[in-house]
């Protein structure tokens, strides 16, 4: 069965955001804290994307050696993550943070310790709709931390008609102009244009995945830096029983700014999921001590 082409156009037609009963509304309360209450722990209803990116962009990216995916891949890219959704029940210690719209860019396989064997996770950007101050350890040293607006505005993705959708903005102030912070690399003013949006629907059962779940669960675990001199891990739980996995086939558009340049990408295979998060080393350490 030939995969269906879902058309970028189609955001024209959303004039208004429907619940998704079920997956898109999961807000169990986090499993994790009364284990690891000293570490920063959260529920996460997210959607990932596996994106074949230009192989010089990603190096560039990456600021490191790469290393070729454990899975096959096409030979002219390397895989670049998209990630969004809706983190709940934030904790770490006494601290809580109720619910947090978060997005990444994140860059799997990088050579962080150029061995040529050891894979590390690049957070290339994290976008969410607040400032976190009160939980540090989640915005950790050397992450590119930027403060952005979702839409929809509080749940991991908007739904019409079985079709999902996700679009992310510049955070914008109202100073007489609209315009974006100074630290944003796409700031000015008047600016619209998001930084990344998403459509998307349930992979049909006819059809298989390109990548099964144990791909998307190695890609963002593991051990992870910034533009940090440190690294740390966070590692994600898939094996809940709210986890509810569901394959998913969409088109992404991001948009340069943050990226070299706007890009499309058509028929995308992602996962939509609610997983458990912990991160288990603040402040960062050593990189060399992370390698297995």
Known sequence: MPPRRLSLNRFA????????????????????????????TAVYNMTLFIIPYPKADVEKLAGYPMLRPPFPFSEEAY????????????????????????????????????DGKTSFVRSKYTFTDQAIPSIVSWAVEGYRNEVASFNPPHEAFGASQQVYFSQLFPARMILNNVHCPASSPVGGPGLSQPIADAL????????????????????????????????????????????????????????????????????????SVTVTEIQGTFPPVDCKSLAA
């Open 13 to 40: 037609l959303f004039s208004g955001i429907a619940s998704l009963v079920g997956h898109c509304n999961a807000e169990p309360p986090n499993p994790l804290y009364q284990h690891h209450m000293n570490d920063a």
């Open 79 to 114: 895989p670049l993550v998209y990630q969004f959704g809706k983190l709940v029940d934030i904790r770490q210690s006494l601290a809580q943070i109720p619910e947090l719209m978060s997005a990444s860019i994140i860059i799997p396989n990088v050579d962080r310790l150029k």
């Open 200 to 271: 998307f629907m349930k992979l049909h059962s006819s059809e298989l995945p390109q990548y099964p779940q144990s791909v998307y669960e190695r890609l963002v675990n593991g051990p992870i830096f910034g533009d940090g001199l440190g690294c740390g891990t966070i590692t994600t739980f898939f094996n809940y029983t709210f986890a509810n996995p569901t394959f998913v086939l969409g088109n992404m558009t991001l948009y340069a700014g943050y990226l070299p340049e706007t890009r499309d990408f058509i028929n995308v295979h992602g996962l």
